[in-house]
């Protein structure tokens, strides 16, 4: 029997309409569809009858082995010479297991294709009026992880290069250390009057967006614990005071 092939598809963050078209098509025409747990329902609504689904524990990204068991059941599946989709949330090159699932699948020879997604983080801002980039507030943007370790509490990045080099910051899973990213950034140089957001289950009838400056976010956050939830990013940077003027989903 002859290989299939694997799709891995970006589904975009939260609203069930920001896939692609393309996404949209991979994902019909594929016989088994493992899925990250926070896939929007209506979007696997879109696999055809029949199709195996197969939903991808959050708690993956903390285990290597994990990660290893999806992979071989994905190539398994593949070397049946079924049509496999990966969907995953936002896009799945940023945060996400795209590159791994990608890698483990060349390795094992099976043809493959990337469908990007919205990152949460553009979405995410989209939804809470504050474009990213903006002439004359913004002129670099960077995407940070508020840890790089497993047990979340640890990060690599270079404070002292990130902190004033880059205008506009976007944090993914940062609301852990949302007192520790805040103290890095103003100890390495960011006025601390930078205005600041979190948003929180972007782009979902959930969607909240708390706004401060960064020296008074962290302390903001804990006090609005109720409506600061997780998923969340964190936004750092001038363009964040645009969404005065240009919020329009949260009304
Ligand atoms: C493992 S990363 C996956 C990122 C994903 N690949 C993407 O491109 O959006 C998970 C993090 O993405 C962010 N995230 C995902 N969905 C979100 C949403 N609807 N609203 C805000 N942040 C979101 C949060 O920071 C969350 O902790």
Same mark, same amino acid.
């Given at each position: ?40 329902p ?8 029949g199709?195996?689904i ?12 994990l /990660? ?7 190539? @398994?599946?593949? !070397?049946?010479? =079924?049509?496999? *989709?990966? %969907? ?9 297991l ?25 979405a995410?801002?989209?939804y ?49 250390? /949302?007192?520790?990213?805040?103290e890095?950034?103003? @100890?390495?140089? !960011?006025?601390? =009057?930078t205005? *600041?957001? %979190?948003?929180?289950?972007?782009t ?48």
């Amino acid at each position: 029997m002859s290989n299939g092939l694997v799709h891995i598809i970006g589904a975009g963050p939260g609203d069930p309409e920001l896939i692609t078209l393309k996404g949209l098509a991979r994902l019909r025409e594929s016989d088994v569809v493992f899925h990250d747990e926070t896939v929007h329902p209506d979007v696997l609504a879109h696999a055809r009858p029949g199709a195996e689904i197969v939903r991808i524990e959050e708690t993956i990204t903390e285990n290597p082995s994990l /990660l290893d068991s999806l992979n071989k059941e994905i190539v @398994a599946r593949a !070397r049946a010479g =079924r049509t496999v *989709a990966v %969907v995953q949330e936002g896009d799945p090159f940023i945060f996400g297991l795209g590159g791994e699932i990608a890698r483990a699948v060349r390795r094992a020879g099976i043809p493959f294709d990337i469908v990007p997604g919205i990152t949460s983080a553009i979405a995410a801002a989209a939804y809470a009026g504050i474009p990213l980039t903006y002439r004359g507030y913004s002129s670099t943007l960077g995407f940070a992880t508020g840890h790089t370790d497993l047990n979340k509490k640890y990060t690599d990045i270079d404070w002292a290069r990130v902190a004033t080099g880059v205008s506009t910051l976007v944090f993914f899973m940062g609301l852990t250390n /949302l007192p520790m990213i805040v103290e890095n950034m103003i @100890a390495h140089g !960011r006025d601390p =009057r930078t205005p *600041a957001a %979190v948003v929180s289950c972007g782009t979902s009838a959930e969607q909240e967006t708390l706004c401060g400056t960064l020296a008074e976010l962290a302390e903001l956050a804990k006090k609005d614990a109720l409506h600061v939830k997780v998923p969340a990013i964190i936004i750092i940077g001038d363009v964040v005071g645009l969404r005065d003027e240009l919020n329009w989903f949260e009304k």
